[in-house]
């Protein structure tokens, strides 16, 4: 039995009609506003972890005060402080849209939880709390950027071209869904 090639033809441009729907759909669903508040808050509690299991051990290392391990051990229990905060300030950077702004805000999480958790956990000489602050500031501010940029809203006129959007959906894997 022969079967046309025009009939396998249309078959695998359904086929691919159906993947690009679907994927148009997921995509969809990413660009939404809700995914992209949770995204954010996500995003921000796991930086919170990040800065009290990694960040600034590692600056408190590098510095040469005391090893990461005994930082780990004494920021351990404000791990979940630490989520919560940077959640909160993930989540306050999404809504300002901006850069700028974002790198402030989640600069100021990180420096007042820096210096908070470092004082309180690890000791409060000066060296320390420029370490623990310092590296948190740092962490705060390119992370605040990251997340201002990539993840602010949708644009509200679609006409207007200097309305802010995010830039996620811009990046060229995602051109050929933009058409």
Same mark, same amino acid.
């Given at each position: ?33 809700? &995914? *992209?508040? =949770? ?6 509690? &796991? #930086? /919170? ?22 930082? *780990? ?9 630490s989520v919560m905060a940077w959640? =909160?300030?993930?989540w306050a950077v999404q809504r ?6 974002? #790198? &402030?805000?989640?600069?100021a999480v990180g420096l007042s939880?820096? $210096? ?16 623990? /602050?310092?590296? #948190?500031? $740092?962490? /705060? ?7 201002? !940029?990539?993840?602010? !809203? ?7 071209? !200097?309305?802010?959007? /995010? ?9 050929? &869904?933009?058409?």
């Amino acid at each position: 039995m022969s079967v046309p090639a025009e009939t396998m033809e249309n078959r695998n441009n359904m086929i691919v009609k159906m993947i690009r729907t679907f994927n148009a759909g997921i995509l969809k669903f990413i660009m939404g506003i809700r &995914f *992209r508040s =949770v995204g954010a808050t996500v995003l921000g509690g &796991f #930086a /919170g972890l990040s800065i009290t299991s990694n960040i600034i051990p590692s600056a408190m290392e590098f510095s040469g005060l005391m090893d990461s391990f005994s930082a *780990r051990w004494g920021l351990g229990g404000f791990a979940v402080y630490s989520v919560m905060a940077w959640a =909160v300030g993930g989540w306050a950077v999404q809504r300002t849209g901006s850069k700028m702004l974002g #790198a &402030f805000v989640l600069g100021a999480v990180g420096l007042s939880t820096g $210096l908070l958790f470092t004082g309180v956990g690890l000791g409060t000489e000066t060296n320390i709390l420029l370490a623990g /602050g310092g590296s #948190a500031l $740092l962490y /705060g501010a390119v992370g605040g950027m990251i997340i201002g !940029d990539a993840l602010r !809203d949708p644009p509200k006129d679609d006409n207007n071209p !200097d309305d802010q959007t /995010g830039t996620i959906g811009n990046m060229s894997i995602f051109r050929y &869904f933009n058409k």
